[in-house]
């Protein structure tokens, strides 16, 4: 995966965290990104790891 691209999804699955959305569909996430859904479905396993560091770490910061 490029890095421009793990940088997109990082920040559409934290644009969908903010807006208190911890579960989203693949069609949500590419109209967020802006890529298409076989994209999303291709870097599945990257896209959940980035999910779970993202909700650990904004998580880790409302415990401070």
Do not use: C, F, W
Not at 21 to 44: A, D, E, H
């Amino acid at each position: 995966m490029k890095q421009e691209l793990a940088m997109k999804l990082a920040e559409g699955i934290h644009l969908l965290h903010l807006d208190s959305n911890p579960y989203y569909t693949n069609q949500q996430l590419s109209n967020v990104v802006g890529v298409s859904i076989s994209t999303i479905k291709r870097n599945r396993d990257t896209i959940k790891l980035l999910d779970v560091a993202l909700y650990l770490t904004e998580t880790d910061d409302d415990i401070q």
